[in-house]
T-cell receptor
């Protein structure tokens, strides 16, 4: 399974944009890029996913580099409720199983 | 449409007892996944099931752990003769199809072995 690299932690201020980076230099041509987040004491929650083009939904935007070796999850206006561990995951693939890394712990300051 | 339902939310078992964790997927979802999160660690894939079939059990411990997803009823993760190292949060996820789609997670069952 292809590996992703994320910073262990990041901080943001409330109502400011947050850019969460992810490196995935060994990504294959068919790997999708998935983002999930896990709030304290809760199950993971889907955020967004994409293959090549940038993607937007009500929660976030996903910017994918042209060579697909990195991507950035963008939260446009962070709120206190966005404090969570954010996981960047490759594949899904034929079985849609998710291989979680250690993720980025996002702290949001009021 | 109710989300993925897991029960119980909290389960305490003594060493040597059996633990049965239940997962009802979202309506219309026939793909179920189980993940385990040990204290202070990340989530680890355990098993992927479709109705009545185990498709991928590459993350399941070789002994004491089993999973099923019968034609009727919830998916069950069974842990026999529990040990303290089995204490963890167990999450179930479901999806409507198999490839590159959103997975919906339950709130988890927190197993404590005393």
């Amino acid at each position: 399974d292809a590996k992703t690299t994320q910073p262990n932690s990041m901080e943001s201020n409330e109502e400011e944009p947050v850019h969460l980076p992810c490196n995935h230099s060994t990504i294959s041509g068919t790997d999708y890029i998935h983002w999930y987040r896990q709030l304290p004491s809760q199950g993971p929650e889907y955020v967004i996913h994409g293959l090549t083009s940038n993607v937007n939904n009500r929660m976030a935007s996903l910017a994918i580099a042209e060579d697909r070796k990195s991507s950035t999850l963008i939260l446009h206006r962070a709120t206190l409720r966005d404090a969570a561990v954010y996981y960047c995951i490759l594949g899904g693939g034929a079985t849609n199983k998710l291989i979680f890394g250690t993720g980025t712990l996002l702290a949001v300051q009021p | 449409n109710a989300g993925v339902m897991q029960n119980p939310r909290h389960l305490v078992r003594r060493r040597g007892q059996e633990a049965r964790l239940r997962c009802s997927p979202m309506k219309g979802h026939s793909h179920v996944y189980w993940y385990r999160q040990l204290p202070e660690e990340g989530l680890k894939f355990m098993v992927y099931l479709q109705k009545e079939n185990i498709i991928d059990e590459s993350g399941m411990p070789k002994e004491r752990f089993s999973a099923e997803f019968p034609k009727e009823g919830p998916s069950i993760l069974r842990i026999q003769q529990v040990v303290r190292g089995d204490s963890a949060a167990y999450f179930c996820a479901s999806s409507p199809r198999v490839s590159n789609t959103e997975a919906f997670f339950g709130q988890g069952t927190r197993l404590t072995v005393v």
